[in-house]
């Protein structure tokens, strides 16, 4: 694949994270596929292809959607809160890599959650507890921290509570994953209406 699509992918997979927080917060139940991949993703750490840590594009194709939406200049949007998480998480995402106790530090937390991920499953309690409990000790500690907005009775829920960090542990792996392809801001102003056309193009293949 081209670096654009790499980069489209890997926009579509940091989108597509912050979308099922939304959901999450507000509704207490998300994609439970979709959720499935952006947990995955944090396993995925030495691809062939950057497509290999979603496994295919079809499994991306609401971030799709919503990039090509984003970048649409025909397209009105509000200030939606997913746009929020996601552009936040761009912020931290340049902190973060400039911080290599923290970096070590996740990595090692990932290694932690191998074993309830064998056990128990990607999805059990257990494995997204012990993600939630990486992105709490690491990302959480920045002074930018990222404000979920949703029903309060939703984030009181412990259970949803860690989904939520660990959906926002998988954003911040998409996006490393861009600027590893050679994401930059600037491109989502110059290249904007490239980046909606393979979005457009990536959102219907199988």
């Given at each position: ?7 489209t992918i890997?926009?579509a997979?940091?989108?597509q ?15 439970e596929?979709a ?12 691809p ?8 295919k ?14 970048l ?11 746009l ?15 911080n ?10 990932l290694?932690q959650?191998?074993m309830?991920?064998?056990h ?16 709490q ?6 002074n ?18 860690a ?7 998988s954003?911040i792996?998409?996006a490393t994953?861009?600027r590893?392809v050679?994401?930059h801001?600037?491109h989502?102003l110059?290249k ?10 990536m959102?219907?293949q199988?």
């Amino acid at each position: 694949m081209s670096a654009l699509e790499d980069q489209t992918i890997a926009l579509a997979g940091l989108l597509q994270s912050c979308h099922l927080v939304d959901q999450i917060a507000r509704e207490g139940r998300c994609d439970e596929q979709a959720l499935e991949i952006a947990v995955n993703s944090l396993f995925i750490t030495s691809p062939k292809e950057v497509i290999d840590v979603y496994c295919k594009a079809q499994n991306l194709q609401k971030g799709f959607t919503l990039l090509a939406e984003l970048l649409d200049k025909q397209t009105k949007r509000q200030r939606d809160d997913w746009l929020r998480y996601a552009l936040s998480i761009l912020h931290l995402e340049s902190r973060l890599r400039k911080n290599k106790e923290m970096l070590n530090a996740i990595a090692k937390g990932l290694e932690q959650a191998e074993m309830p991920r064998q056990h128990f499953g990607l999805l059990h309690e257990n494995t997204i507890l012990s993600l939630a409990d990486t992105y709490q000790k690491t990302i959480s500690t920045f002074n930018l921290r990222i404000q979920v907005s949703g029903d309060p009775n939703v984030l009181q829920s412990d259970l949803n509570a860690a989904r939520i960090r660990t959906l926002l542990l998988s954003g911040i792996r998409a996006a490393t994953l861009w600027r590893q392809v050679g994401g930059h801001r600037w491109h989502l102003l110059f290249k904007r209406s490239a980046i909606a056309s393979t979005a457009k193009q990536m959102a219907t293949q199988p």
